[in-house]
């Protein structure tokens, strides 16, 4: 079961990096739903218990969500490492066939939107 503090922080705004918000409504409703919340608790200080840090970005910034499906297994990225807001990395269906590592493809595209909130993370402190 999911923990949630009685007092949670303040809500962080959600900002979506490149075609994540578009990947995401294209996912089965069970899948959305999971991500949704996961993404919720993220905006208010929280971690859901299936997160798990991303490896190879650096600590415990880059986070990533698992979740089967009947039509397979969907992965949903995103980064608390901002003061200013949750960003959205990367919301895709795992279609590789080395196991359960990601594509290198998806790491390549993660790397990049990372280094987009990056900026628009200091466009927003800068407001």
């Known amino acids: 079961m999911y ?8 809500e962080k705004r959600l900002i979506w990096v490149g075609a994540s918000k578009k990947d995401l409504l294209a996912l089965p409703e069970t899948v959305r739903s999971t991500f949704g919340f996961a993404l919720n608790l993220a905006q208010h200080g929280e971690k859901h218990d299936d997160a798990k840090v991303l490896r190879g ?6 986070l990533e969500v698992i979740e089967n499906d009947v039509g397979g297994t969907y992965r949903a990225v995103y980064t608390v490492k901002f003061e200013v807001a949750v960003f ?4 895709f269906q ?3 066939r080395c196991g359960i590592e990601t594509p290198q493809h998806d790491l390549d595209l993660i790397r990049n939107r990372l280094r987009d909130a990056a900026l628009m993370a200091q466009e927003l402190s800068d407001e």
Not at 3 to 10: N, V
Not at 57 to 62: I, N, S
Not at 88 to 91: I, K, R, S
């Open 3 to 10: 923990k949630i503090r009685a007092k949670m922080a303040p």
């Open 57 to 62: 970005f650096g600590g415990a910034g880059v």
């Open 88 to 91: 959205v990395l990367h919301v």
């Open 94 to 96: 795992k279609k590789s």
